[in-house]
């Protein structure tokens, strides 16, 4: 099963959506109308269901081209098909062993942990609604992060290369190459991954993800920025944006910019709003020439990875020999890891 965020299919799904996302959070409707407009930008439709479609229809033609008999669901968190529904879909089909490939390569609360909830709660409405499942059990695993992958690494690289090569010849050599991923507040960063490593898991990664990306491409200097943030201004996200980020290397001399959202595996809604609508603004504001990277989710290497991780599934690797992300039924790695951390509003 291929496990996503979700996203709305049309004007009317938007608010709905919306809805989905916060649910429980509290968050001001206004808020959510205000967002909603991005939506509206595009008509209505956010592009991660079809890439995700996409992805699917390759990794099922990568399997039976490896002459692997699996057949490949899909679910999403917070719109059609919802995770719960997929699962029942699964079991009656007389699925009881599913491999779970999460849309997110990354450690942390939202990048790992919401995904072992989003396991659990299906298995929790599947036995509400298949009584039967409590003594014929399903069990699903999630697969591992895989951020630091090589098939990750290299079609990084690769659209790293291919976006500096769209810049002007002049500012090509010495543009500024900057990472970007989804921030997040700072205080659930703070409690990222297993206690004992000391917090952080998920900008950890992010940065030597970025360090990795830029040295197979052969960059020798590059930033780490983050985009997308939300919620009041008083509450503190991981930092710099990137349009902030932007204004400061033009004022810096930067002659241009090469912008890599090394945190997106596909071009989400907030790819395509916060980079190639308002980075992009920004940088034309400027006068500064920007080229973005592509996303990897398109690369032929990003699907050969997914076959790969179901490969080492089905030759019996275990989740503790299996890598960080990796274990069944919604269980965290470790106790205390990744908890979901609400951060305070200042007084």
């Known amino acids: 099963m ?23 959070r509290g968050v001001p409707r206004e808020r959510l109308a205000s967002v909603a407009e991005h939506y509206m930008h595009f008509g209505g439709v956010s592009p991660i269901n079809r890439l995700n479609l996409d992805i699917i229809d390759r990794l099922r033609t990568a399997l039976r081209d490896n002459a692997i008999d699996l057949p490949v669901f899909f679910g999403n968190r917070n719109w059609h098909p ?5 699962v029942v879909e699964m079991f009656d089909a007389g699925h ?40 014929d059990p399903m069990t699903l695993r999630k697969l591992p992060h895989y951020w630091d992958r090589p098939e990750m690494i290299e079609a990084g690289a690769d659209a790293l290369r291919a976006a500096r090569e769209r810049l002007p010849e002049d500012v ?23 206690p004992a490593e000391g917090g952080h898991l998920y900008s950890r990664q992010v940065t030597a993800a970025s360090a990795a990306v830029a040295a197979a491409a052969g960059v020798d200097d590059h930033d780490v920025v983050w985009q997308s943030r939300s919620g009041p201004p008083q509450v503190p996200w991981l930092e710099p944006d990137i ?40 940088a034309d504001e400027l006068g500064m020439p920007m080229a973005r990277a592509a996303t990897v989710g398109t690369d032929p290497r990003y699907v050969s990875m997914i076959v790969e991780l179901i490969r080492d599934q089905l030759a019996g690797a275990s989740t503790e020999s299996t890598g960080m992300g990796c274990t069944d039924n919604g269980r965290r790695c470790v106790e205390g890891c990744c908890p979901l951390v609400r951060p305070q509003r200042p007084s």
């Not at 036995?127 to 409590?134: C, F, K, L, N, T």
């Open 82 to 86: 919802m995770v719960e529904d997929t």
């Open 243 to 282: 349009v902030d980020h932007l204004e400061a290397i033009h004022a810096d001399g930067a002659p241009g910019a090469v912008v890599a959202p090394v945190g997106f595996v596909s071009d989400h809604l907030e790819v395509v709003w916060d980079l190639d609508t308002e980075a992009a603004e920004k």
């Open 2 to 24: 291929v496990l996503s965020f979700g996203g709305p299919d049309g004007p009317d799904d938007v608010m709905p959506f919306l809805e989905n996302v916060t649910r429980g």
């Open 172 to 194: 090509r050599s010495t543009a500024r190459v900057v990472f970007t991923a989804h921030s997040v507040p700072s205080a659930a960063d703070a409690v990222a991954g297993p």
């Open 96 to 135: 009881r062993r599913v491999l779970v490939f999460p849309t997110s390569a990354w450690g942390g609360y939202s990048g790992c942990a919401q995904y072992h909830e989003d396991i659990g709660r299906a298995l929790s409405a599947l036995a509400e609604r298949r009584p039967a499942s409590v003594d």
